[in-house]
């Protein structure tokens, strides 16, 4: 017999070994809000099915939770693809990024006549009803585990390329796979006991594909709301047009690429493309300041995005317009630490719109636009005071004004600067690799790696505080940064594809620091076993102003 104990009680059990979590369950008599999806066993994240043989902590998860929900996301995505292969035998299903609180997917079903057509309405809507009937027949998802030869052998058989140059080029002897009565398919997490668990989602047509709607992590009874996204949309457009370029579009391809030498060609392609970008918009600011008197650029995106680099590298390409980038500190208008609004555990709330003076910041922002001189305030971080310091500022000929802050495009920060005087850019990591066509890479996991180290490098937290403090930064940006992303009249995405076999030199080591007895480790374990798909390569042709530079060091630029 097991001692088994429930963190969710803190109740302690025995039971046979070889018990599943799933049956073990109803003897712990907990009452979760939701149906559970899964657990943590020794803070490691597991399926329902998982069977204990040893002595072990177990806490059981529902949506509600990260893990809950990404375990709910990627059975889903299983449903889907079972779904196509039904309707239409050999359609290849393409699973490619985020969008609208969905995710963007299309498949191409086999070519007719030669040629190769566009989704329909009718079609997704076959693929939708083909879903409800596989969750209302509640089949089960079973797991395999095989040596990795004989899972690339599958997987080649089954025409799934791209599984085949994962696998091939990962470090893993054993490869677990899962089957759908007689559809099979690879997944780098595990999923719920069967398809019954899922009744909540949607298939709607979405541009020239589908959206698969999920549920709302905060009210998963129903689905997250279809939030419009159509500059982001085109973002990730103009990521696959470089991937094509750049030939490469999941792990696979970076690994193959990295095997034959190409590492070095793909940095300096990658870097060469986003110059290209920053370029183009530095060119567009120097027209509408000639064309329309702008004078005010705007700089936000969320925790890591690289803010600091775009906003340096944007201001020489500013200078070689013949413009005269002055940047501007919303951290000077911060109101004094004792008037900072508070989170509802008593600590201040250091994101909060009202925790910047946006009265005078307006004040003083629309008294520059008219060329007049202010003096602005120097806000002293050790006392928590602002302070009036005589330093005073003027915009003059050729000048732009940068305000590069969480805020920047919230339109109550600059409501009294007319529109078309301002520019508006938002910049964040979107990944542009999947690991492979059914598993994307989530956009807050890239950030996070790069917040751990830059975080470690800096000596400010360790992995296991980043990690701890990472669902407030998330909760953060939901509320005051991606609201406005819209609002941008430009969006750049600072990932790279060669970006995690770079990351992974870096963060393997302090991911592996994180104790495996505290709640974070679940965490950094689930970041280890992914970045470990991806090829380690050394950082030295990362050049010194790239974005990357500003998290793994060795920037040419002060910060």
Not at 143 to 169: M, Y
Request: with cysteine; proline share 5%; glycine share 6%.
């Amino acid at each position: 017999m097991l001692q088994i104990r429930c963190l969710n009680n803190n109740i302690t059990k025995s039971f046979p070994e070889g018990s599943s979590l799933l049956d073990i369950f109803p003897e712990f008599g907990v009452k979760m809000r939701h149906e559970i999806v899964s657990a943590k066993v020794n803070n490691a994240s597991q399926g329902l099915k998982f069977r204990v043989y040893q002595n072990r902590d177990v806490e059981y998860l529902d949506i509600t939770s990260s893990s809950g929900m990404r375990v709910y996301i990627r059975s889903l995505c299983f449903v889907l693809y079972k779904a196509v292969q039904d309707v239409f035998p050999g359609a290849k299903l393409y699973i490619e990024h985020p969008i609208s609180r969905g995710y963007y997917c299309n498949f191409l079903k086999p070519a007719i006549d030669g040629r190769t057509r566009g989704l329909t309405e009718l079609e997704i809507e076959q693929v939708r009803l083909r879903m409800e009937k596989i969750v209302a027949l509640d089949m089960p998802f079973r797991r395999s585990e095989v040596p990795t030869e004989e899972a690339i052998r599958i997987f080649h058989e089954r025409g799934f390329t791209d599984k085949v140059r994962l696998l091939e080029t990962s470090e893993k002897v054993y490869t677990d796979y899962y089957t759908l009565g007689d559809t099979v398919d690879y997944y780098y997490g595990p999923l719920v006991p069967s398809a019954g668990y899922l009744k909540v989602f949607g298939l709607e047509q979405y541009g020239k594909g589908m959206l698969l709607r999920v549920p709302d992590p905060e009210h998963p009874e129903r689905l997250a709301e279809n939030v419009p996204q159509p500059m982001t949309f085109e973002v990730y457009k103009e990521q696959v047009r470089w991937n094509v370029i750049m030939r490469l579009s999941n792990a696979g391809d970076v690994n193959k690429a990295c095997q034959q030498g190409r590492a070095t060609e793909l940095i300096q392609v990658s870097e060469a493309l986003q110059e290209k970008k920053i370029v183009k918009i530095a060119e567009e600011i120097d027209r509408r300041y000639h064309e329309r008197g702008l004078k005010l650029v705007l700089i936000t995106g969320p925790s890591s995005s690289g803010k600091t680099t775009f906003c340096k590298r944007l201001s020489i390409q500013l200078l070689a317009c013949g413009l005269r980038p002055i940047s501007f500190s919303t951290d000077d208008y911060f109101v004094n630490r004792v008037d900072t609004p508070l989170l509802p555990d008593g600590q201040y709330d250091f994101d909060n719109f009202d925790t910047v003076d946006h009265k005078l910041l307006g004040e003083h922002l629309s008294q520059l636009m008219q060329g007049k001189e202010v003096e602005v305030p120097e806000y002293n971080f050790t006392t928590g005071m602002r302070e009036w310091n005589g330093k005073r500022l003027r915009i003059t000929d050729k000048h732009v004004l940068i305000i590069e802050g969480i805020h920047a495009l919230n339109p109550k920060l600059t409501s009294l600067v007319p529109d078309d005087k301002k520019y508006k850019i938002y910049t964040s990591a979107l990944t542009s690799v999947s690991l492979d066509d059914h598993n994307w890479i989530p956009t807050r996991d890239n950030r996070l790696l790069r917040r751990i180290i830059r975080d470690y490098n800096k000596g400010a937290f360790t992995a296991r505080e980043t990690i701890r403090q990472w669902p407030n930064v998330c909760k953060s940006e939901e509320q005051w940064i991606f609201p406005y992303q819209e609002n941008a009249d430009v969006m750049f995405n600072s990932a790279l594809n060669i970006e995690f076999a770079v990351l992974r030199n870096h963060a393997e080591t302090i991911l592996a620091s994180v104790p495996k007895n505290c709640p974070e480790y679940a965490e950094a374990h689930r970041l280890l076993k992914f970045i470990h798909y991806f090829i380690p390569i050394p950082d030295k042709d990362i050049p010194p102003t790239s974005i990357m530079r500003e998290f793994v060091g060795g920037s040419s630029f002060k910060y």
